[in-house]
């Protein structure tokens, strides 16, 4: 959800609080809208307008959800696996409107499937005010028109669990839209029955700046604070009948079979004053509750946007996970060689909680652009970037287009640039994703990287994500092990995964030449086979435990060790 930012030079983003004041508020919440129909996008923030109620208020759906049926046909570890991060409107249009929709997801699964793909986080498909990023929500229980009807929707969980794949969806706790009809009626007067609903007060208050904006929007009935965007209220969610509001949205989504959410801006929840808006004390409790709410059905998933306090939102107690930023930016420049970056993703999960969700980006460009242009279009960086995410510890996400190598539009900026139509085919008019005229410009190499040709080739980068994925699959101590005697030795990179008997090493080596591995803490004339690549080869350690392994330049091996 967090705003578009980049440093000055080579390296991580800026991520801090201080640097968050430099945002554009339009790119938080997953970027700024735009229309669905044309091939490019504006990035300039529109002109804030304060909402104005029509004479007659809309109606208001708070209904209460009870808990229905809590089983779960995913079989247990199903969300160790790897995710896959999917923007509906840029996936596959089915019916030639040029926008994205449920039923290309549903004509999707089976290319997914083979992939090794067993989760899929669908960014929000609820309606919204913008009709592009989601984020602004304006129903929260009923499916965005160009993507469908809630019938699409119940099949496509049906389908995905038959294929033994679970759904989780973007939710957002943060805010609304404006034109929701709990806003409306919110600011409609100050005595309206959902006026403690948003956070009012009866004038604007000065001192404040949040990405360089003063968040409180004055109106004729007081002024109302939105952190991100004066379209996207925030909800009070100190109100009890807020937090209970959500909680039953929750359950109407997971009694239609859902399988778990990915929480947008849990940092955002509660604000306390000018210079303690994010990661309030307050924010955690909430989100402990709303897990405890989600753990009520069985094998459910949770995972957080908090990138200033992975750790503390990721604990067990409070989301249960939430994705490691900073770390992606770890793992591309140790694929570039860079040996301070190799030594921190070594040394990442010594101290970090293995509940941690892994990328190396998304669809916010603050989190870097597509792979494809943070390696330069060096396919060798590229899969070792891949192995590094997909073999550690967490769960991993993988960004849509990321397994073929889809690279950003050149026509475009900012997040519209992450969100390009999933490159299909080679056609250099829709890419295969839609017969009609596609919602936005193509990714710059769709010439070259497309499903088609990458699944043709045996040296692809798909085919390196379905070998890594497969390892993933097939091997306990890789999905769900531990991760024990880490190493660095120049720019080789070297650890282990064991869960019960099953024991994985892993051996990376990011250096442009050859490199040995001298391997301890083996047991005694232990068996080493490769897994991968599959030569057949197989080492034995000596009596002490040691071994010695040749590694050629930006390679991965994955062996199998006994006993």
């Not at 809309?58 to 991060?85: C, M, Q, R, Y």
């Not at 099949?155 to 969806?169: D, T």
Request: charge should be negative; proline fraction near 5%.
């Amino acid at each position: 959800m967090r705003n578009s930012v980049h440093s000055a030079g080579v390296g991580r983003p800026l991520t801090s609080i201080t640097c968050l004041v430099f945002l554009l508020a339009i790119s938080a919440c997953g970027g700024g809208s735009g229309s669905s129909t044309t091939t490019s996008i504006s990035s300039t923030p529109p002109t804030p307008t304060t909402p104005t109620p029509p004479p007659s208020l809309t109606p208001v759906d708070i209904s209460a959800v009870s808990t229905g049926n809590t089983a779960s046909s995913l079989p247990d570890g199903w969300s160790k696996g790897a995710f896959i991060e999917i923007y509906v409107r840029g996936y596959k249009d089915s019916d030639g409107d040029g926008i994205g929709d449920l039923r290309g997801v549903i004509q999707s699964l089976d290319y997914l499937r083979d992939l090794g793909i067993k989760g899929i986080w669908l960014m929000p498909v609820t309606r919204s005010q913008d009709a592009d990023h989601g984020y602004a929500v304006s129903d929260y229980r009923n499916i965005e028109i160009g993507y469908g009807n809630l019938a699409d929707f119940d099949e496509l969980v049906k389908q995905a669990h038959a294929r033994g794949i679970g759904i989780i969806l973007d939710y957002v706790m943060n805010h609304s839209a404006a034109q929701n009809s709990l806003f409306i009626n919110s600011s409609a007067s100050t005595s309206n029955d959902y006026r403690s609903w948003y956070v009012w007060k009866d004038t604007a208050p000065t001192g404040w700046s949040i990405f360089g904006t003063n968040p409180w929007y004055s109106t004729s009935n007081g002024a109302y604070f939105a952190g991100f965007w004066s379209q996207m209220p925030d909800f009070n969610m100190l109100n009890p009948k807020v937090f209970s509001y959500h909680q039953d949205n929750l359950r109407f989504w997971m009694n239609r079979g859902v399988d778990g959410f990915r929480f947008d801006a849990v940092g955002h929840l509660v604000e306390n004053g000018p210079n303690d808006w994010y990661d309030q004390p307050q924010n955690y409790p909430i989100m402990g509750s709303v897990h405890q709410a989600i753990n009520a059905y069985q094998r459910r998933f949770m995972v957080c946007e908090a990138p200033e306090d992975v750790a503390g939102f990721s604990a067990g107690n409070v989301c249960g996970s939430a994705f490691g930023f900073d770390h992606n930016y770890d793992i591309v420049n140790a694929a570039k060689g860079k040996t301070d970056a190799i030594n921190a993703v070594a040394n990442y999960f010594k101290t970090m909680t293995t509940e941690v969700s892994t990328m190396v980006s998304n669809h916010d460009s603050f989190a870097g652009d597509r792979l494809w242009d943070q390696v330069g279009g060096d396919t060798a960086k590229y899969k070792l970037a891949a192995a590094t995410y997909l073999l550690q510890p967490g769960t991993p996400f993988i960004y849509y287009g990321e397994e073929i190598g889809m690279a950003g539009a050149a026509i475009l900026s900012g997040d519209p640039k992450l969100r390009t139509p999933m490159s299909w085919t080679n056609n250099a008019s829709n890419a295969g994703f839609s017969t009609g005229t596609p919602f936005r410009a193509l990714s710059a190499n769709v010439a070259t990287q497309n499903v088609a040709v990458q699944i043709a080739d045996p040296n692809s980068i798909y085919s390196f994500y379905k070998a890594m994925l497969s390892l993933r699959n097939s091997r306990l101590s890789i999905s769900q092990g531990g991760y024990s005697n880490a190493f660095v030795s120049g720019s080789l990179m070297g650890f282990q995964r064991q869960s019960g008997s099953e024991k994985t090493l892993v051996l990376i080596n990011y250096g442009s030449a050859s490199a040995q591995a001298n391997l301890s803490n083996l047991s005694a004339n232990a068996s080493l086979a490769s897994l991968y690549p599959q030569s057949g080869t197989t080492i034995l350690a000596d009596g002490s435990g040691n071994a010695q392994i040749t590694m050629a330049a930006q390679s991965v091996q994955v062996i199998n060790v006994t006993p």
